[in-house]
Each structure stands twice: as structure tokens, then as C-alpha cells.
């Protein structure tokens, strides 16, 4: 494999379901990203993991939950979502500096989630 | 906070045809980057260029070139000769340099290109 990988690519799922995206990056990059696309908004950045660490939350509602165990491996928890949430998931990851990055984002082909 | 006009919605042209995608920028930063992606209908965001603030020399890749305006905050994009392949939606961002992880995009402009 290579570049960023995203499974499931297609998710339909219920309002009270859960289920997981999973992204996987291996371009030994050290910060991964989860955006979302909409067709009525621009692309939204969601979360944002630099060393494993989370230094982004962008007002993004609790029933999106993200896990980061490692570098390389990224994963967006959902439950109990709207159908307004319905839209292209794409993970990203970079290369970045702890003092601020330059880098550009290399983004894996999403997971095109419909809530029904 | 940073900005990123894309002012064409939709673009359509026929194959052959020279295409110019317009990008406007606003940033309080001193120094940041500008990139390209495209998003071809597969769904996945394709890198194409990173621009430095401090470079304002025009790029050419192929049938790519780029033209950075910093008196103008803009930053344009041209195909040469577009051919269908090339129909995507295409995304402007920009990227303040120092500690901040947003990379900002624009809206997007969707070209069609028409054999």
C-alpha cells in the first residue's frame, strides 16, 4: 500500500448505529487530518493529530469521536449521527515541525458516508 | 483570518482550449504558502503545487503553470491545451508559516472539458 488509505470507502448507516473510518497513512508522515465535504459547505477541517497529539477540535459535535494510537493509523468514531452528517470523510496527513509546519497535505481518496 | 476566494464556480471548455483558474487570497501572515489540489471525480485530493510566499516566481510544470501575484493576492492557475482528463474540481489553500496546522481552502472550481 501506499500514500493514505481509507476504509470503508462507501458507509451507509443508521442513526443509532456506530461504526469507525479508518485512515492509514504510510508515507512516514507525523501529523494526520480528518476533513469533512459537504456539497453545501467547503471543505471543513474537523481534527487535527501532530506527534499524536490533538492540537485541533474544530467545534466538531461529540458524536464524532477521533482515535490516534500511532503516526500512522488515524480513526473517526461516529454514533448516534444526523443525516445533515452525511458527506465525504477524507483523512490527510503531512509532514510537519513542532514549531509549525509547511508541508503539504497528502489526502487519501475518503469514505463517502450516507445517514439514513 | 485567512481567505480563500475562488470566484468561478463552474468552468466549462473544449478540449485544446487554455483554461485559467483564478485564486484570491487573504492573510494577515507575513509569511505563509499557497497550494493547488485537484479532485477528479474519484473523490481523492491530488497535490499539485506549494508555493512560497517569498517566491514569487511563475511555475510551469508541463501543461501547468502558476502565477503568483503578491501585489494582487493572487494566485492563478492555467492548463494549456486542457484535455478530458483534466475535468475535476480544483481547490486553492493557503497555509500560515508558524505553528498553526489549518490549511485554508477555497470552494473550488469545477472544470469540464469537453472532447
Known amino acids: 500500500e501506499t500514500g493514505v488509505t481509507q476504509t470503508p470507502r462507501h458507509l451507509v448507516m443508521g442513526m443509532t448505529n456506530k461504526k469507525s473510518l479508518k485512515c492509514e497513512q504510510h508515507?512516514?508522515?507525523?501529523?494526520m487530518y480528518w476533513y469533512k465535504q459537504s456539497a453545501k459547505k467547503p471543505l471543513e477541517l474537523m481534527f487535527v493529530?501532530?506527534?499524536?497529539?490533538?492540537?485541533e477540535n474544530n467545534s466538531v459535535p461529540s458524536r464524532f469521536s477521533p482515535e490516534c494510537p500511532n503516526s500512522s493509523h488515524l480513526f473517526l468514531h461516529l454514533h448516534t449521527l444526523q443525516p445533515e452528517d452525511s458527506a465525504l470523510y477524507l483523512c490527510?496527513?503531512?509532514?510537519?515541525?513542532?514549531?509549525?509546519?509547511?508541508?503539504?497535505?497528502?489526502f487519501g481518496p475518503g469514505t463517502r458516508l450516507t445517514v439514513t | 483570518a485567512q481567505k480563500v476566494t475562488q470566484a468561478q464556480t463552474e468552468i466549462s471548455v473544449v478540449e485544446k482550449e487554455d483554461v485559467t483558474l483564478d485564486c484570491v487570497y487573504e492573510?494577515?501572515?507575513?509569511?505563509?504558502?499557497l497550494f493547488w489540489y485537484k479532485q477528479p471525480p474519484s473523490g481523492e485530493l491530488v497535490f499539485l503545487i506549494r508555493r512560497n510566499s517569498f517566491d514569487e516566481q511563475n511555475e510551469i510544470s508541463g501543461r501547468y503553470s502558476w502565477n503568483f501575484q503578491k501585489s494582487t493576492s493572487s494566485f492563478n492557475f492555467t492548463i494549456t491545451a486542457s484535455q478530458v482528463v483534466d475535468s475535476a474540481v480544483y481547490f486553492c489553500?493557503?497555509?500560515?508559516?508558524?505553528?498553526?496546522?489549518?490549511?485554508?481552502f477555497g470552494k473550488g472550481t469545477k472544470l469540464t472539458v469537453n472532447p
Open positions: 508515507l512516514g508522515h507525523n501529523a
Open positions: 489553500a493557503t497555509y500560515p508559516q508558524g505553528g498553526s496546522e489549518k490549511l485554508v
Open positions: 493529530y501532530n506527534f499524536k497529539e490533538q492540537t
Open positions: 490527510a496527513s503531512s509532514q510537519e515541525g513542532r514549531w509549525g509546519g509547511t508541508y503539504e497535505q497528502y
Open positions: 492573510t494577515r501572515d507575513t509569511t505563509y504558502y
